[in-house]
């Protein structure tokens, strides 16, 4: 029986940086077989002002990772 992995479901990642954290599943992309977890595979972007008198951002956000990386969590 396989499971599938939808969003809202809890994963555990299995390889990566993030080795042992549980998240749940925001986007999932089945094309490109990546999905984004919530806490995982966060990265900083630092953002530049586009206007005069804007001040600059430094902003994180949660980057895709393969399924093939995770597994379903019935925690």
């Not at 993030?18 to 919530?38: A, C, H, P, T, Y």
């Not at 595979?41 to 393969?66: A, F, L, S």
Request: charge should be positive; hydrophobic fraction near 30%.
């Amino acid at each position: 029986m396989k499971n599938t992995i939808k969003k809202g479901n809890q994963v555990l990642v299995l390889s990566g940086n993030s080795k042992g954290q549980i998240g749940e599943v925001l986007v999932i992309d089945r094309k490109r077989k990546q999905l984004v977890v919530k806490g995982i595979n966060q990265k900083t972007k630092h953002m530049k002002p586009k206007r005069q008198g804007e001040v600059g951002q430094i902003i994180r956000r949660e980057y895709p990772i393969h399924m093939s990386q995770v597994r379903l969590w019935n925690g």
